[in-house]
């Protein structure tokens, strides 16, 4: 019988050694420090989320663009046609991610879109899930 073994990455086994930075920024000393795989690639998620395409210097197709969206009329096609490019690009650009589910909400009344996934990673057998609101304030 076959066992399904969950694999640690080796940089999660050094607690001393910091993969990232949460975001947004809100510690003492600026930058909060992520020590786990996990967790970082949701932060990666959510900085991915919030840059628009064209952001990125060197990579132009980088970002899912939700703050441009958020001037157009919010409809179920818009949302369907937002929900396509965010996997495919979550699938581009996370190699590792496994999407579960994404559900995208759209609230023409105060102008935002509601995101949430939930994602695995496909090594690590964990996973784990975000939520995002944009709104035009």
Not at 14 to 22: F, I
Not at 45 to 65: K, Q, S, V, Y
């Amino acid at each position: 019988m076959a066992y399904g073994i969950k694999q640690i990455p080796i940089v999660d086994l050094q607690p001393s050694t910091a993969l990232g930075v949460t975001i947004p920024f809100q510690s003492p000393s600026v930058f909060t420090s992520v020590y786990t795989t996990l967790e970082q690639t949701k932060y990666n998620i959510i900085n991915f989320m919030l840059t628009d395409r064209r952001e990125r210097p060197f990579n132009p197709n980088f970002g899912a663009g939700l703050r441009s969206r958020l001037f157009e009329q919010i409809t179920q096609d818009d949302l369907d046609s937002l929900k396509q490019t965010i996997s495919n690009q979550i699938e581009a650009y996370f190699p590792n991610v496994l999407v579960n589910s994404l559900n995208i909400l759209g609230s023409p009344d105060d102008n935002s879109i509601s995101i949430t996934l939930t994602y695995s990673l496909k090594n690590i057998k964990s996973s784990d899930s975000l939520v995002l609101k944009i709104q035009n304030v």
